[in-house]
T-cell receptor
């Protein structure tokens, strides 16, 4: 049973465009929603995270939008660059204990 | 300081053999997590340690899988009688757990790629 559902599975974006990845969850006890970036051969690295008491968080070109009532959250990458090409995972956690990950989105930014 | 390290980086074994995978977390991190990442899949939670105890073992896929953590630091994931479906990348992460309700950042190791022939 997938606790966190992620889409799309893959995404191709032109350089300078906006990349949008979506995630949905069911468990309303989740209180921490991080996004991770993973390059081939490396472990995932935290990109940005949000808590359910805010609707949006922005760090540089990366923004999380959070819709508590819809139980959805999304990652927006503005001005996408070829160096952003990686696999992105959303996740959800209860009090930083067990983390549930989405299935990942492979992003390719075309120069 | 050093990040999370895992060894070996690659392990090839024959079906039916036992394997041990090691994780060295960041010094001072009390929480340690094991995940399994199959090709093209997300991260599958296996087990979580807080100090030396494992409050949540629900993710272990079968009784062939076990894990321990000693001294609140190094952890070993053991897979007995390996099967081909065990082939995957096994990732370890650690975090400096805060108070309940604060999700501490997880720092991941590079993983161990296990291939069962």
């Amino acid at each position: 049973q997938q606790q966190v559902k992620q889409s799309p599975q893959s995404l191709i974006v032109q350089k300078g465009g906006i990349s949008i990845i979506n995630c949905a969850y069911e468990n309303t006890a989740f209180d921490y929603f991080p996004w991770y970036q993973q390059f081939p051969g490396k472990g995932p690295a935290l990109l940005i995270a949000i808590r359910p008491d805010v609707s949006e968080k922005k760090e540089g070109r990366f923004t999380i939008s959070f819709n508590k009532s819809a139980k959805q959250f999304s990652l927006h990458i503005m001005d996408s660059q070829p160096g952003d090409s990686a696999t992105y995972f959303c996740a959800a956690s209860i009090s930083g204990n067990q983390f549930y990950f989405g299935t990942g989105t492979s992003l390719t930014v075309i120069p | 300081g050093a990040g999370v390290s895992q060894s070996p980086s690659n392990k090839v074994t024959e079906k039916g053999k036992d394997v041990e995978l090691r994780c060295d977390p960041i010094s001072g991190h009390t929480a340690l997590y094991w995940y399994r990442q199959s090709l093209g899949q997300g991260l599958e939670f296996l087990i979580y340690f807080q100090g030396n105890s494992a409050p949540d073992k629900s993710g272990l896929p079968s009784d062939r899988f076990s894990a321990e953590r000693t001294g609140g630091s190094v952890s070993t994931l053991t897979i007995q009688r390996t099967q081909q479906e065990d082939s995957a990348v096994y990732l370890c992460a650690s975090s400096q757990s805060g108070l309940a309700g604060t999700g501490g950042e997880q720092f991941f190791g590079p993983g161990t790629r296990l291939t069962v022939l």
